[in-house]
């Protein structure tokens, strides 16, 4: 790379291509030395450089690869989700008021539940639970008599009974109906412990959203009741007596929602049942818009998937607007709107950091610049394709280099050119590739042919992580998340990668990356050192990414920290987590290490016996296994 265009390179250019400013949200920014920071009160000089941390967990021992959660991140959405929806209030004249819930299965680790519970506290922010775990670990963390507590999913009897006790101790704890049949066992059981439950409706909405999460919505979702089950729950509860107990509807369109419209048309739609079970006679006062709230992972600010076309404010004012619309129509009172952001709360919350290994590089070092006569014939005009390349004949170049590369390889294989004639060949190849790529970036539109080109020459960086482990939504639906080195953004990233995992499986890859455009079959990047990590970090993985991973390789649970950091800038490392050991994941794989201790030691008193070792160099295999055993799962350094 020509010196002048290197020494031209700026951290506002990095900040551009690696779309920081748009998906940052002010969290993350770059600053003049090249280095990612961590903003955690949007102002600009209270932050803390990545790299700091990383090097501050590597004095405790926690290498990489690493798991940042920033608690301040965790407030600030907190903060800013119930502010926006209490300005949208105020400006639209809404009468009632916002009460949000936190839903578990997005981020279970109980950090992220007692932080909620504490900071959450002053906005009455409760719980959103699917299940019997959830439930018992919220019933321990919460704090707050007034924040309320959802409860979905399957119910059987030991989970409706356990809500009512807590319901009992003062908790504002809610069953939504999610099955006919469901509320017979809520009311049997309330009868028989002698408490009253609070009953909440979840509906199948006929509105259904785009995105990739949209299975959650529509006639044909899974949960909810379709209207005529709706009037029977009415009917059964009026038959019962209880109709007093119907307080909230709820319905969950899904996640990741990029389109306001499909938010707006479901709220209405909700709203319209809502105004329905009132004028029913049922008590009601909540209505639960359930998650969705999206987040603008590629920061386009479009309708695209891992986008969002609307702002948190944009979100809270629509909903509220949408409500009104109905019930101001229908003289209903505006009730307490209840939403389960999830996603949006806690994907800021993380980074995954990892270092690169080692990389395939596919330009071509110590490419011949003449060719000897005496050269196979072949390997002489692929050398001169290359030579004559002009920005004229790119595709013809392109095809005459593959029947050239493909003629070469078949004369190898019947013993007509050398090892060293194949690899020269090689070279020139992969040059050639290079060459028509820079070439491509002065056409208007590439040619169909050349399409893919860009990943064909793509550099490979292999780093320390398992995709399957800590980035399970990026293998399993192609979900896109911003990775960025976190450190030389100084400096101009002169490489087109793609990067690998160390599981060794051919999709433990990731070749997608954001884009405001389109979607990137490349990330720039910087040469590597030879005596400095180069650090990646993968950023808004906060949600559903920790616990959906799984032990593919056995690779186990990264090292993690949490940080708080204060007024002033400071930080200070507040939690720690060792990673997995290796004995660790194999006793989840139902290993029993203590015999596999005793099997191996007498391996090598075996070997003893037969003169294979001696005790001396029995000693270190011994020490080896057992250090194996307590290892990290992932590539250590030293
Ligand atoms: N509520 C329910 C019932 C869900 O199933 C989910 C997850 O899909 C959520 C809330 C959270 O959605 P999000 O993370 O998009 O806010």
């Known amino acids: 790379?020509?010196?002048?265009?290197?020494?031209?390179?700026?951290?506002?250019?990095?900040?551009?291509?690696?779309?920081?400013?748009?998906?940052?949200?002010?969290?993350?920014?770059?600053?003049?030395?090249?280095?990612?920071?961590?903003?955690?009160?949007?102002?600009?000089?209270?932050?803390?450089?990545?790299?700091?941390?990383?090097?501050?967990?590597?004095?405790?021992?926690?290498?990489?690869?690493?798991l940042v959660r920033f608690e301040n991140l965790l407030d600030a959405r907190i903060a800013r989700l119930n502010d926006n929806f209490k300005k949208a209030m105020k400006n639209l004249g809404y009468k009632g008021s916002y009460e949000g819930v936190?839903?578990?299965?997005?981020?279970?680790?109980?950090?992220?539940?007692?932080?909620?519970?504490?900071?959450?506290?002053?906005?009455?922010h409760g719980f959103e639970v699917g299940s019997k775990p959830e439930l018992i670990a919220v019933m321990a963390e919460m704090l707050d008599k007034k924040a309320n507590i959802i409860c979905n999913g399957y119910k059987d009897k030991e989970f409706i009974d356990l809500g009512l006790y807590y319901k009992k101790l003062g908790y504002n704890l809610f069953f939504v109906v999610e099955m006919p049949g469901e509320a017979s066992l809520i009311l049997e059981r309330g009868e028989k412990l002698g408490i009253?439950?609070?009953?909440?409706?979840?509906?199948?909405?006929?509105?259904?959203a785009g995105g990739h999460w949209m299975a959650s919505g529509g006639d044909r979702s899974i949960f909810g009741l379709n209207m005529s089950q709706v009037i029977e729950t009415v009917d059964l509860l009026k038959s019962k007596k209880k109709l007093s107990t119907l307080k909230l509807l709820h319905y969950h369109l899904g996640s990741q929602i990029p389109n306001i419209r499909d938010i707006r048309f479901a709220v209405v739609e909700a709203t319209r049942v809502y105004a329905e079970l009132v004028k029913e006679g049922a008590p009601m006062g909540y209505l639960d818009l359930g998650g969705g709230l999206a987040v603008d992972y590629d920061g386009s600010n479009t309708n695209f998937a891992s986008s969002r076309n609307y702002n948190t404010f944009e979100y809270c004012a629509d909903v509220v607007e949408a409500v009104m619309s109905v019930l101001d129509k229908e003289e209903v009172q505006h009730p307490v709107i209840v939403t389960e952001s999830g996603r949006s709360l806690v994907a800021f919350y993380s980074i995954l950091l990892f270092n690169v290994l080692d990389v395939a590089y596919f330009s071509a070092k110590d490419v011949p610049k003449k060719i000897e006569e005496d050269v196979n014939e072949e390997i002489k005009n692929l050398f001169y394709v290359s030579k004559d390349l002009n920005v004229k004949n790119l595709t013809e170049s392109y095809n005459d280099a593959l029947f050239y590369r493909d003629s070469i390889k078949n004369m190898f294989n019947q013993g007509r050119i050398s090892l060293r004639e194949r690899s020269m060949a090689e070279k020139i190849f992969w040059n050639l590739l290079n060459k028509i790529n820079t070439e491509i970036k002065k056409l208007k539109f590439v040619p169909r042919d050349l399409e893919e080109l860009e990943l064909a020459i793509a550099d490979i960086y292999y780093c320390n992580f398992s995709l399957f482990q800590s980035l399970p939504d990026s293998w399993a639906i192609d979900q896109l998340f911003p990775i960025v080195p976190i450190h030389r953004l100084d400096e101009m990233p002169t490489r087109n990668a793609i990067l690998a995992d160390i599981t060794c499986d051919c999709d433990g890859e990731i070749s997608k990356f954001i884009d405001v455009h389109d979607i990137k079959k490349t990330l720039q990047l910087h040469e590597v050192k030879d005596d400095?990590?180069?650090?990646?970090?993968?950023?808004?993985?906060?949600?559903?990414?920790?616990?959906?991973?799984?032990?593919?390789?056995?690779?186990?649970?990264?090292?993690v920290i949490t940080v708080k950091i204060d007024k002033e800038g400071e930080f200070e490392i507040i939690y720690e987590m060792e990673g997995d050991s290796v004995e660790d994941v194999l006793s989840y794989v139902e290993y029993d290490t203590k015999k596999m201790r005793r099997q191996f030691r007498k391996k090598t008193e075996d070997a003893i016996r037969t003169g294979i070792i001696n005790a001396e160099e029995r000693k270190n295999i011994m020490d080896s296994f057992e250090m194996g055993l307590r290892g990290y799962t992932y590539y250590e350094q030293e």
Request: overall charge neutral; proline content about 4%.
């Open 1 to 66: 790379m020509n010196k002048e265009v290197l020494s031209r390179w700026s951290t506002a250019k990095s900040d551009e291509i690696y779309g920081v400013s748009n998906w940052g949200k002010g969290y993350y920014s770059v600053d003049d030395n090249g280095l990612i920071n961590v903003v955690p009160y949007n102002k600009k000089d209270v932050k803390v450089p990545l790299i700091d941390i990383v090097k501050k967990a590597s004095d405790r021992g926690l290498e990489m690869p690493l």
């Open 102 to 124: 936190y839903p578990v299965k997005v981020n279970q680790q109980q950090e992220v539940v007692k932080e909620i519970a504490s900071f959450g506290k002053k906005y009455h």
């Open 196 to 208: 009253e439950p609070n009953i909440g409706i979840r509906i199948k909405l006929s509105e259904k």
């Open 532 to 559: 400095e990590d180069y650090i990646i970090g993968v950023f808004l993985v906060g949600a559903y990414q920790e616990t959906l991973g799984d032990l593919h390789n056995l690779f186990g649970d990264t090292n």
